[in-house]
C-alpha cells in the first residue's frame, strides 16, 4: 500500500457504518452534489436519510444504502471516502468501487490511491475475480490513477441531460412498429445488449436479464408504491433491434429513458426510438429527462436534436485479479 507523506493522526481504515455514515453523505455532498442529476439527488437524500436514522438507532439496524468501503481520517476527520460493494450478479465474484471522494483541501496527496489500493487488496483477499469501476472520462487525475494501479478501460458510456421546462418536440413519428415488453422478453434485451457492450464492460454496468424483465403484476405493483412509473418497448418479434424503457419518478419529477439500438439500425433506428420516447413521456409535465446510452454517435445526436445535452462521458474500469 502506498506510503502517505501526512501527521501521524491520519491513515486508512474500514467504514464503521455506525459513526462514520453522516460524515461520508456529508464528504459525497462535498465532493459530487453539484454535477448529480435529479436521481443523483434523490439517491444522495436517501444516504442522508439513512445514515440520520443509523445515527438515532441506539440498535444500529442496518440499511440496503449502508456504508461500507474505507475512509482516510485526518486528526479524527474523515476527509476521503470509497465504498466498496459486490457486484451483481454475485456468481460473476466481482465487486465494484464507487464514491471516491477526497476532501479538496487534502487532494494532491496519495489519499485517493491510498483507498483504492486498499480496496483491491480487500477484493483479493475475500475471493473476487474482479473488480470495477466507473470514473468521468474528463478527468484526467482520476483515469490516470486508476490505470497506474492497473485497471483497464473497457468501454464508455454517455449520459445526457434535457432540462426541466424545455417544451417536448411536436410532429415527430416513430415510423416503426413497437409492442410492450414482458418479462419473458428478457432474453431479447439481453441478446441486444451483447451486440452493443462488451463482456466486461458488462460486468460494470451489471447487466443481466433480471434488469430487463419489464411489465408484470408484480412490477408494476412495487413501482406504485415508490410513486415511479414504468413503460418498456422493442422493436422486434424474435429478435429485438431497438428496446426502450422509460421510467417516470412522479414524487421527485422526472424521468430516465434507457436505449438498446442495434448499430445496424442507424440514424433511423435512433430518431424512431428517441420519438417513440417522446411519445411516451409528453402525458406528463417536461420534467428533467436523463438518459443513459452507449457511446452511440447516431443516438447521441438524435437526443441532442430535441435538447439533450452531455452531461457527463462515464468509462468503465476494470482491473481483473
Known amino acids: ?30 465532493g459530487f452534489e453539484n454535477e448529480l442529476d435529479p436521481q443523483g439527488l434523490k439517491m444522495l437524500t436517501q444516504m442522508r436519510q439513512a445514515a440520520q436514522r443509523r445515527a438515532l438507532s441506539s440498535m ?17 476527520r474523515i476527509v476521503g471516502n470509497l465504498s ?10 466481482g465487486q ?28 483479493q483477499q475475500q475471493g473476487a475475480r474482479w473488480i470495477g469501476l466507473e470514473v468521468r472520462g474528463d478527468n484526467p487525475v482520476a483515469c490516470g490513477l486508476y490505470a497506474r494501479i492497473g485497471f483497464e478501460a473497457v468501454g ?35 441478446r441486444l445488449a451483447d451486440e452493443i457492450y462488451s463482456r466486461r464492460q458488462k460486468w460494470v ?14 412490477r408494476k405493483l412495487d413501482l406504485w408504491f415508490s410513486g ?16 426502450l424503457r422509460v421510467k417516470t419518478d412522479r414524487r421527485s ?18 430518431r424512431a426510438i428517441v420519438a417513440q420516447a417522446l411519445h411516451t413521456t409528453r402525458q406528463f409535465a417536461p420534467w428533467p429527462v436523463i438518459a443513459l446510452i452507449a457511446d452511440q454517435e447516431v443516438l447521441a445526436q438524435a437526443l441532442y436534436d430535441v435538447g439533450f445535452k452531455l452531461h457527463r462521458s462515464l468509462v468503465q474500469m476494470v482491473l481483473e485479479l
Open 1 to 30: 500500500m502506498t506510503v502517505v507523506n501526512v501527521r501521524a493522526h491520519s491513515g486508512v481504515r474500514p467504514v464503521d457504518p455506525q459513526r462514520d455514515a453522516l460524515a461520508i453523505v456529508d464528504l459525497i455532498a462535498l
Open 60 to 76: 444500529g439496524l442496518s440499511t440496503d444504502l449502508e456504508p461500507t468501503g474505507f475512509v482516510w481520517v485526518e486528526e479524527g
Open 84 to 93: 466498496l460493494r459486490y457486484a451483481l450478479p454475485s456468481r460473476s465474484r
Open 96 to 123: 465494484m468501487i464507487g464514491n471516491v471522494v477526497v476532501h479538496p483541501e487534502y487532494r494532491g496527496m496519495g489519499i485517493g490511491r491510498a483507498m483504492v489500493e486498499a480496496a483491491v487488496t480487500a477484493a
Open 156 to 190: 464508455r458510456q454517455l449520459h445526457l441531460l434535457r432540462p426541466a421546462n424545455v417544451t417536448w418536440p411536436n410532429g415527430m413519428d416513430t415510423a416503426l412498429v413497437w409492442r410492450a415488453s414482458k418479462p419473458k422478453d428478457r432474453l431479447l434485451w439481453m
Open 205 to 218: 454496468l451489471e447487466i443481466r436479464p433480471n434488469e430487463y424483465t419489464y411489465g408484470g403484476f408484480e
Open 228 to 243: 415511479e412509473r414504468e413503460e418498456a418497448w422493442l422493436h422486434g418479434e424474435t429478435e429485438a433491434r431497438l428496446a
Open 253 to 270: 419529477r422526472f424521468h430516465v429513458w434507457d436505449m438498446l439500438v442495434h448499430s445496424q439500425m442507424g440514424e433511423t433506428g435512433a
